[in-house]
């Protein structure tokens, strides 16, 4: 089984950038769609952006769409969250997660996904 590990929080000013890896532990990284979620203090996690491993349509949450980016490097098994023009409102914990599927149209709904990272935190100052 794929086992993650995400990386690459921090503090920012609002307008900041920060790019968030997830690297991939198994060889059979590829038939997975992963999906960078995200969860703030008395929130509910929340789906961010979604892409299926080997090829498949990306997803953006409406909050991100124009501002963050999801892609990934199959050699190094890592797919990587690029996040510009960040807001106060970004701040919260970042999990990457992923499942075993054939279907290149990934959900984006949490419980789908049965493999998470241990998360990387993310704050933005304004």
């Known amino acids: 089984q794929v086992q993650l590990v995400d990386s690459g929080g921090g503090s920012v000013q609002a307008g900041g950038s920060l790019r968030l890896s997830c690297a991939a532990s198994?060889?059979?990284?590829?038939?997975?769609?992963m999906g960078w979620f995200r969860q703030a203090p008395g929130k509910e996690r929340e789906g961010v952006a979604t892409?299926?491993?080997?090829?498949?349509?990306?997803y953006y949450a409406d909050s991100v769409k124009g501002r963050f980016t999801i892609s990934q490097d199959n050699a190094k098994r890592t797919v990587y969250l690029e996040m510009n023009s960040l807001k106060p409102e970004d701040t919260a914990m970042y999990y990457c997660?992923?499942?075993?599927?054939?279907?290149?149209?990934?959900?984006?709904?949490?419980?789908?996904?049965?493999?998470w990272g241990q998360g990387t935190q993310v704050t933005v100052s304004s």
């Open positions: 997660a992923a499942y075993f599927t054939a279907s290149a149209s990934c959900r984006t709904d949490a419980a789908r996904y049965n493999i």
């Open positions: 198994a060889y059979t990284y590829d038939s997975h769609c």
């Open positions: 892409v299926y491993i080997g090829g498949g349509s990306t």
